[in-house]
């Protein structure tokens, strides 16, 4: 669990975006096991309260669930996971609208160079 934390965003929040982006990548499974609170502070080196706060909120958002005295887990509900990919995509497109659009970036001209740069890089891989 490598996450190199930023200063704009609350910690909890980029530890919030790790699992989703492992969620929607597929190295988190449905249903899978999670690291403890406590294990997961001490992986990313981050205080417990921050840790807490991250599962909270998870749990809150349905991404992982908790039952009685055992682990936590991520969810098994497609819908959630679904959500998950979409959210993280259609963040990634507003941010990259926002920049291209202060350069006044026809749309089409866009298109084909995102089309061409997308192409190239799975030749890359």
Partial sequence: ???????????YFQIIRYFKEKIAIGEFEPGEEIPSRRELANRMKVNPNTAQRA????EEQGL???ERNLPSKITTDTKVLGKV??????EAVDTFVASVRS??????????????KYLES???V
């Fill in 103 to 116: 350069i006044n970036v026809p749309v089409d001209e866009l298109l084909d160079l995102v089309r061409t």
């Fill in 122 to 124: 799975d030749k890359e």
């Fill in 1 to 11: 669990m490598n996450v190199n934390f930023n200063n704009r965003d609350p910690v």
């Fill in 85 to 90: 990919r979409e959210e993280l995509i259609v």
């Fill in 64 to 66: 992982i669930y908790t």
């Fill in 55 to 58: 599962y909270k909120e998870m």
